[in-house]
T-cell receptor, first 108, second 118 residues
Framework: GQNIDQPTEMTATEGAIVQINCTYQ??????LFWYQQHAGEAPTFLSY????GLEEKGRFSSFLSRSKGYSYLLLKELQMKDSASYLC?????????FGAGTQVVVTP | ETGVTQTPRHLVMGMTNKKSLKCEQH?????MYWYKQSAKKPLELMFV???????ENNSVPSRFSPECPNSSHLFLHLHTLQPEDSALYLC?????????????????FGPGTRLTVL
């Protein structure tokens, strides 16, 4: 079956770094997406990885290891506005399979 | 961000009502999607339309009926719903139809309709 696992919640202080892990077991793989979703709002696209390695985009970076079925999203220099749910999603045969999301709480 | 819009944002309905959710995308995309998001659960794909043709129906009950009159508009018609159907219903669109890979498959979401069934 399809399985996307990520922690339910993480707490970090402003200015710190947080790493959100995502492990997946899917029947196909055509890339992995990370989305950010603030409460009551639309999920917004953050990053896409299809090859192994690190993709950096400002304060956010995403890493992928296809052999390990593993990805992480790294948030640096945390800001209060980064408090949100972060969704990991795998493109498996053209369909996005989502994890349940990781709620990140940033404290002052 | 007004790329994908959804109306209404909130909807309360009884189990015998009939209502419709509307989604409109202004991105020139060719594929549109309906998802259901329940608390603490992963997004569940309900329907996929590619170039106005339904290409995916993830075993959704018939009380949910989608309609895609053109590539910019998507509707979800609701009738005789159950309380467990209460959730956030999200619409999304992507440039290319599903099945391709790469960033052209990136889905862009609307803000959702918060549905409560009494």
């Amino acid at each position: 079956g399809q399985n996307i696992d990520q922690p339910t919640e993480m707490t970090a202080t402003e200015g710190a770094i947080v790493q959100i892990n995502c492990t997946y077991q899917t029947s196909g793989f055509n890339g992995l997406f990370w989305y950010q979703q603030h409460a009551g709002e639309a999920p917004t696209f953050l990053s896409y990885n299809v090859l192994d390695g690190l993709e950096e985009k400002g304060r956010f970076s995403s890493f992928l290891s296809r052999s390990k079925g593993y990805s992480y999203l790294l948030l640096k220099e945390l800001q209060m506005k980064d408090s949100a749910s972060y969704l990991c999603a795998v493109n498996s045969w053209g369909k996005l399979q989502f994890g349940a999301g990781t709620q990140v709480v940033v404290t002052p | 961000e007004t790329g994908v819009t959804q109306t209404p944002r909130h909807l309360v309905m009884g189990m015998t009502n009939k209502k419709s959710l509307k989604c409109e995308q202004h991105l020139g995309h060719n594929a549109m999607y309906w998802y259901k998001q329940s608390a603490k659960k992963p997004l569940e794909l309900m329907f996929v339309y590619s170039l106005e043709e339904r290409v995916e129906n993830n075993s959704v009950p018939s009380r949910f009926s989608p309609e895609c009159p053109n590539s910019s508009h998507l509707f979800l018609h609701l009738h005789t719903l159950q309380p467990e159907d209460s959730a956030l219903y999200l619409c999304a669109s992507s440039q290319e139809p599903p099945g391709t890979s790469g960033t052209t498959d990136t889905q862009y979401f609307g803000p959702g309709t918060r549905l409560t069934v009494l």
